[in-house]
């Protein structure tokens, strides 16, 4: 270990020493308060969460938090590679700003800041730009380990079914081990990422292809197989860049077919982002909730100006504006793209075409597929305001839970809550994006806490009639009426 390594060691160290000074001020987390309860001769988790990436971490921490600690969070990635930092989001850099708090649950000492500035000082920090996305992902292994929170990695969940109405039945692979278990859960929370209720979209015509011509902007893409070809990216999102930079990084020459006759400006949302939104976009009308993000879908987000800028200085990066794909074919070893321009022929395209919300995707929630109620199935917008993508979104609970399509159909479907990307037209950007992460986390436990008191309000209140622990021992005072005689009582009367 070298010598920069040491006191990097040594400053963590003693940040976790500050952040564990700073619980136990808190007195946090408090002590354990949910009954034990039983199913099948098993323990019953009181909540498995489904997903150990950010908002994973942050979901079990806000339990532990609430003394809620008989929770687990399973993920099929391997340690440090939870989520997509370093898998498939190609970026150099976060997008969020360095000093936004993130998933810090308003501990100063859990911040990123505080992790950075342990290791590297103030004036590091004070020198660093954007968060590099590498030192992102180690700095949440460090919050998982600072707030010693139960991960169990490389174990893929196949199966989500109710028992009765108030348990859940999880059955999840493990991965190393090649065999399967069942678990059972009081609640069950997804946190599956951007593509939790779905899986990366592609136009319809795209599936017909040779697999071998093109990927998803999420999928692993061999980038160094990619060297000395043409390429297209369709898209002119983030993640369109970040994928054409890489590709060009890589040695391809790379064209962006990018449907708008120019790329958006503004990011509409980010600008109006204050505590009011976090926290009142909640308590809005569903036609003022559509309103806000039916207007934020329609401005789109821009890239970020180095996202774009990684792409434009390369020689061999081309940006083909006003140019709509109306349909693919191939044509012996090349993938010719049809287009408003005419035909474009490639070796390879990668489609930086979003995701969506379509529950056949996700094998683990086919029992309760049918029975979740979407926007779709309570709302109908004004004409001109449609959006497919806001009309597949979950229509959620006020603790980020399903409901049901038809009231009474499954009553258990309270107990499975949707904290990823599509719950943001039910809740605002609180379970997908940085910013306010720690936000969603807590209006996420808070709700849990309440529904496992509620349900269990018979053993409080019997715990209730029959604590009997005093306070006082009787020895602490003395009764002056008794020590008054008989006959001047009478007197006195």
């Known amino acids: 270990m070298n010598a920069q390594s040491s006191l990097s060691a040594a400053g963590l160290a003693n940040l976790e020493l500050r952040l564990a000074e700073d619980l136990s001020l808190l007195e946090l987390p408090p002590k354990e308060w949910v009954p034990v309860s039983e199913h099948d001769g098993q323990r019953v988790y009181d909540t498995v969460v489904i997903g150990a990436g950010m908002c994973g971490l942050v979901a079990a921490a806000s339990l532990k938090m609430l003394g809620i600690r008989n929770i687990v969070c399973l993920d099929r990635a391997a340690q440090g590679l939870e989520g997509p930092w370093i898998t498939y989001a190609r970026m150099e850099t976060l ?14 000492s859990l911040t990123f800041r505080a992790w950075y500035v342990a290791q590297f000082g103030t004036q590091a920090w004070e020198a660093l730009g954007k968060i590099p996305k590498g030192q992102w992902m180690d700095y949440l292994v460090w919050y ?3 707030l010693d929170l139960p991960v169990r990695n490389r174990i893929a969940v196949t199966d989500i079914e109710s028992v009765g109405d108030d348990l ?6 493990n991965l190393e081990r090649g065999s399967t278990e069942r678990l059972y859960a009081r609640h069950v929370v997804l946190a599956t990422g951007r593509d939790g209720l779905g899986g990366g979209y592609v136009p319809p015509f795209v599936e017909k292809l040779d697999r071998r011509f093109w990927a998803h902007s999420a999928d692993d893409i061999d980038f160094a197989s990619l060297s000395g070809k043409r390429v297209a990216v369709i898209g002119a999102g983030a993640s369109a860049m970040d994928n054409a930079a890489t590709a060009l990084e890589a040695g391809a020459g790379v064209d962006m077919i990018i449907r708008r006759k120019d790329l958006p400006r503004i990011n509409k949302f980010t600008g109006i982002s204050s505590q009011g939104v976090v926290h009142g976009f909640a308590g809005l009308s569903d036609d003022w909730k559509w309103k806000f993000l039916q207007h934020t879908l329609g401005a789109q987000t821009p890239p970020p100006r180095d996202s774009t800028l990684r792409v434009s200085r390369h020689p061999n990066g081309r940006f083909f504006l006003g140019t709509g794909v109306t349909g693919v074919r191939e044509e012996g070893d090349k993938i010719v793209l049809e287009t408003t321009r005419g035909d474009m022929d490639y070796d390879f395209v990668v489609f930086a075409t979003g995701f969506n919300v379509d529950l056949a995707e996700r094998p683990e929630l086919k029992n309760f597929a049918p029975l979740i109620r979407f926007w779709s199935d309570v709302f109908t917008p004004e004409q001109g305001m449609e959006n497919g993508e806001l009309a597949t979104s979950p229509y959620l609970g006020p603790d980020f839970e399903f409901t049901e399509k038809v009231p009474g159909s499954s009553p258990a479907l309270r107990l499975l809550h949707c904290f990823n990307y ?14 306010a992460v720690s936000d969603g986390g807590r209006r996420l436990a808070r709700g849990i806490a309440r529904s496992l008191f509620v349900a269990d309000r018979q053993t409080h209140f019997d715990n209730l009639v ?15 009426s008794a020590a008054i005689p008989t006959v001047m009582k009478g007197a006195a009367e």
């Not at 997008?95 to 308003?106: E, H």
């Open 144 to 146: 998982r380990k600072a």
């Open 422 to 435: 599509p719950a943001s037209l039910s809740h605002g950007k609180l379970s997908g994006d940085i910013p």
């Open 95 to 108: 997008r969020s700003p360095k000093q936004l708090t993130g998933p810090a649950l308003g501990l100063p």
């Open 168 to 173: 859940i039945a999880v059955t999840a692979d």
């Open 466 to 480: 029959a604590y009997e622990t005093p306070e006082l021992l009787g020895d602490e005072w003395t009764d002056a």
